[in-house]
Every structure is written in structure tokens, then in C-alpha cells.
């Protein structure tokens, strides 16, 4: 069976970091760009981040661009989201997906997604 498992989130400070991780099962992301999303309660979901398939090119939303890193390590079949300087307003829960990274990304960033994860929870509150 295809599929992720977000894992890392929390309950954090404002001004805090954490590291989200999102694993592969099933296959093996070598060949795939992955995106990570966020969906706060009442609100729609959001691309926060998005890397090629080699690491070697990252897109990230308005609202992350300076705080959060994307990254990946292919051999441990895993992607990361490292989030400094946390704010109450990125509290929402945050699922990865096969993507399309490219120029489209910022327009339509679910557009192709396929093999959405359950998602890990973060809250950012004092």
C-alpha cells in the first residue's frame, strides 16, 4: 500500500521550532517532487513547501518563505519540514503528498497531488 506518515508535530511556543518528518511506505520517493500542506480549522488548505525530486529546487508559500526549510534524504525515504520561529498562525494540521514542483506550484499547489498522508498536528500557543 502507497502512502505517507507525517510524524513530528506538537504543541509548541511562539517562537519555537519543529521538525516534521514524512515517510514513505510502499515506495520509494527517489523520483517524486513532494509537497507539504497545512490546513487549520475553518480555513482551506495551504501549500507551505514543495522540493524537486532531487533536492536541488524548493518553492515555498508567502506565509513560511524565511522560517521553514524543505528538505529530503532519499536513502532514509523521508522528507523533512524544519519550522523556526513558529507563530500562532501556523498552528494547523500538516500532511506531505506527491506534487508537481514547479512553476504551477504557487498557483496550484494540490494540482497532481496524489498519496496524501493522515497528517501530524501542530499548535503554536502559549
Known amino acids: 500500500q502507497l502512502q505517507f506518515v507525517e510524524s513530528g508535530g506538537g504543541l509548541v511556543q511562539p517562537g519555537g521550532s519543529l521538525r516534521l518528518s514524512c515517510a514513505a511506505s510502499g515506495f520509494t520517493l527517489d523520483y517524486y517532487a513532494i509537497g507539504w500542506f497545512r490546513q487549520a480549522p475553518g480555513k482551506e488548505r495551504e501549500g507551505v513547501s514543495c522540493?524537486?525530486?532531487?533536492?536541488?529546487?524548493?518553492i515555498y508559500g508567502d506565509s513560511v518563505k524565511g522560517r521553514f526549510t524543505i528538505s529530503r534524504d532519499n536513502t532514509k525515504n523521508t522528507v523533512y519540514l524544519q519550522m523556526n520561529s513558529l507563530k500562532a498562525e501556523d498552528t494547523a494540521v500538516y500532511y506531505c503528498?506527491?506534487?508537481?514542483?514547479?512553476?504551477?506550484?504557487?498557483?496550484?499547489?494540490?494540482?497532481?497531488?496524489?498519496?496524501w498522508g493522515k497528517g501530524t498536528l501542530v499548535t503554536v500557543s502559549s
Open positions: 522540493i524537486g525530486s532531487s533536492g536541488d529546487s524548493t
Open positions: 503528498a506527491v506534487v508537481v514542483c514547479g512553476s504551477r506550484w504557487s498557483r496550484q499547489p494540490a494540482y497532481g497531488a496524489a498519496y
